[in-house]
């Protein structure tokens, strides 16, 4: 992701960004058990080139986006996954390296909102796009039959499928062991 950003007049405030995406994590949200809920962490590097009043700033930050999935499911065997719109409190932003002097600090304050704003912008209009919605949708029962392939015969080892009759180690017994 990448742009820029212009807030006041005769480019007396302009924002360059290039976001570096650095790591994606998915965790449950167990806050809404029993219900099937995920946390999206998608954290970067956003490298800025800011003009601001005359004074010239290349920084960068350390950005994590967190972004609340729910799993919705249907029948006969369809998981529909809603991710929710992100707000300012899903963007953290942490400054990267030495601390600048106050001066330099202070125009820096000026930026961090309007560029948690931008993150805002550019990641809720990407949840948003119909591209993306339409991946959200998960047809099990298709998947399952796409990777068994054509009339039912199995295609390679993507699932494997053990006839029961030949388990002779016991591996499809699932119960516990007895005496147990």
Do not use: W
Not at 44 to 50: A, F, P, R, S
Not at 67 to 79: A, G, H, K, M, S
Not at 120 to 136: G, H, M, P, T, W
Request: aromatic share 4%; charged share 25%.
């Amino acid at each position: 992701m990448a742009g820029s950003i212009r807030k006041l007049p005769a480019e007396l405030f302009v924002v360059s960004y290039v976001f570096e995406l650095k790591d994606i994590r998915v965790d449950p949200d167990l806050e809404k058990l029993p219900e099937i809920s995920f946390l999206l962490a998608i954290q970067g590097n956003l490298k800025l080139d800011v003009e601001i009043f005359g004074l010239s700033l290349r920084y960068a930050l350390d950005v994590t986006i967190t972004v609340n999935i729910d799993v919705e499911t249907y029948e006969p065997v369809l998981l529909r996954m809603v991710p929710h719109l992100v707000t300012s409190k899903s963007v953290s932003i942490v400054l990267v390296g030495e601390n600048p002097p106050s001066e330099v600090l202070d125009k820096m304050k000026l930026v961090h909102p309007v560029v948690r704003d931008q993150i805002v912008k550019e990641v809720n209009a990407r949840i948003q796009d119909e591209a993306i919605q339409s991946l959200c949708t998960i047809d099990v029962l298709a998947v399952v039959e796409t990777a068994r392939g054509p009339a039912g015969k199995p295609e390679g080892d993507i699932f494997p499928m053990q006839d029961p009759a030949e388990d002779v180690h016991n591996l499809l017994d699932l119960r516990p062991p007895k005496g147990v």
